[in-house]
């Protein structure tokens, strides 16, 4: 009977043992002793200390497992000289987009336009818990208004804790919408919306009297050569040219009641609505003309000939100075 007893005894011992933990996933900034042991016993949940950072481990040894289990009341001892617990916090890199919110408010705030777009000179970001939210808080910022530059400190915190910094700088440059090419585009071409997109640039890269709609420019003759990408300044497009000096048009005469067509040539270039000199060939007289077509004119036959008949040679001369 006393045999039986005692063996019941070995047993419940034996079933009260704890058991080392080979390998820990922690989800906590700090390492208990429940971390390294299975049935730790009424000091289970006690703080050891901090644990790795995100995305790092930390191996305990033998003869350190040994002592935190003497220290603590567990029930263990080592098999063997080599064994030990590793335990790890899974990390991930903390994203540019998570500290672009937090940067961009702290900027605003100290004066950088809302719409600006921010340039990180270098972001090597920290490793931060996988698991939970994470915090960034802008802690110093220094920012000059004259050229956008900055300089900033971020604390990133999970979980009520601090669990990294991060040192950033770079640039916080105002943005404005501009037309730009859509396709490589030569000059003398009449642009569509199919030429066109809408490109948001940093206004330094904008140049002066850039056309900043895409109805800006639709309709006009592009004077230069444009890259796709390139801004189109407003200077450089101009009304089509539909009448060219010394090509032939056709020349409407219409009054109430009356009208009549006939071919003529124009001394000048013209574009839509422009007003130019044409030469009657069979009159020989010089007219005034407003351009509203490809090669078409339209004459007013009440009005007087700028040149009357036969002095288009002094016309061609003149206009040739």
Known sequence: MCALVAGFAAAAIQTQAATLKPMTTLHASVVR????????????????????APGARIVVESRQLAAIARSFGVDWKPDFIAERAVLERPGRPLTRAE????????LVSAGAPADAEIEIAAFDPPMVPADGTV????????YDGGSGRFAAQLSLSAGGRDVAALRVAGRAQP???VAVAATRLLPGTILSAADLRMARLPAARAPAGAAHRV????GKQLRIQAAPGTPLPLAD??????????????????APGLSLTSEGRALEN??????IRVLNPASRAVLDAMVIGEGRVRIDPQAPPLTPAGGERRADAEYAR
């Open 135 to 142: 915090t960034p808080v802008v802690t110093q910022l220094d």
């Open 99 to 106: 500290a672009m919110d937090a940067l961009s408010a702290a």
């Open 175 to 177: 943005m404005v919408e």
């Open 270 to 275: 013209g574009a839509d609505g422009e007003h």
């Open 33 to 52: 002793l429940s971390d390294l042991f299975d049935d730790a016993g009424r000091n289970a949940d006690r703080v050891l200390g901090p644990g790795p």
């Open 215 to 218: 109805e800006d420019a639709v």
């Open 237 to 254: 497009l101009a009304v089509p040219t539909l009448v060219r000096r010394d090509a032939r048009v056709l020349m409407l005469a219409e």
